[in-house]
């Protein structure tokens, strides 16, 4: 099956400058962006929605958990930092939004930012040390969600007798996606993602074997065009497309009503 996320914004836009003699009568928008972009998605039959994490924007888990909460089917990818917070944190965070959200989010995580920006948000750590942390982080949230009595002890966290309560709701360990095309980068994927996203132009044979391939492409409103690209990544066995709408409400609707279509004439199905 082919799979198609929408990317929410997670800016506010600008309000309209008007002239002082102008009254604005238009009715209030209908909330915020990244909400209606969700309920976009899952209206028109979309796969997901990833929520990046913008230095300059709002908290992505936390726009994140919004859209979770006013959609009912759609997957959720929420993008952030080994260094946002403890993989123990994280993992009870994301427990508990399993848990209320039938286990539809998963994890982005955000391993080789630019330095500048990693260093504002308190990140000093560089090179390929990032790629150690992730190994950690991911391994000892992988550890605490499995359940009582974890304990480990690693250069950049640690852990005692920790793990989660037993849950009578399956809550899955969220869906891990990862990205980057250096030797630690496909390393690191091999060892923990389910996707590993691509930028265009990279090699589709560079993903590791058992890791869906996805590739992240910006949509500029022509759907046959944006479907051809699509077909021609298909052929190289990528599954998965992470989109960068212009408009994202407009266009996740453009993609359900004119490209899925196109792509579920010759794959069967496509969301």
């Not at 915020?32 to 039959?45: C, D, M, N, S, Y």
């Not at 051809?228 to 993609?255: C, K, M, N, S, W």
Request: glycine share 10%; hydrophobic share 45%.
């Amino acid at each position: 099956m082919t799979r198609v996320h929408v990317v929410a914004p997670t800016r506010a836009p600008a309000p309209a400058v008007l002239p002082d003699f102008v009254t604005d009568v238009r009715p209030p928008a209908p909330g915020p962006e990244h909400r209606a972009t969700g309920r976009a998605a899952e209206l028109g039959g979309l796969s997901g929605v990833l929520v990046p994490f913008d230095p300059g924007g709002h908290d992505a888990l936390v726009l994140a958990a919004a859209v979770l909460r006013d959609t009912r089917r759609i997957g959720v990818t929420v993008e952030f930092s080994a260094a946002a917070a403890t993989p123990v944190y994280a993992a009870k965070l994301s427990a508990s939004l399993q848990r209320y959200h039938a286990g539809r989010l998963a994890w982005w995580l955000a391993v080789d930012q630019d330095p500048a920006v990693a260093r504002a948000h308190g990140d000093v750590l560089t090179g390929p040390a990032r790629y150690e942390r992730a190994d950690e982080f991911l391994t000892i949230a992988r550890g605490v969600w499995s359940g009582r009595g974890y304990s480990r002890e690693g250069a950049h966290f640690a852990v005692l007798d920790g793990g989660l309560p037993d849950s009578r709701v399956a809550r899955p360990f969220p869906r891990v996606w990862l990205s980057g095309t250096s030797p630690e980068a496909l390393d690191l994927s091999a060892r923990h993602a389910d996707v590993h996203v691509l930028a265009p132009g990279d090699d589709p044979a560079l993903v590791p074997d058992g890791v869906a391939a996805a590739v992240r492409l910006p949509f500029a409103g022509d759907a046959g065009a944006f479907t051809d690209q699509l077909r021609a990544y298909e052929a190289h066995g990528v599954t998965e497309f992470v989109v960068d709408p212009a408009d994202p409400v407009a266009d996740a609707y453009r993609l359900a009503e004119h490209v899925l279509p196109r792509l579920a004439k010759e794959t069967g199905h496509a969301g």
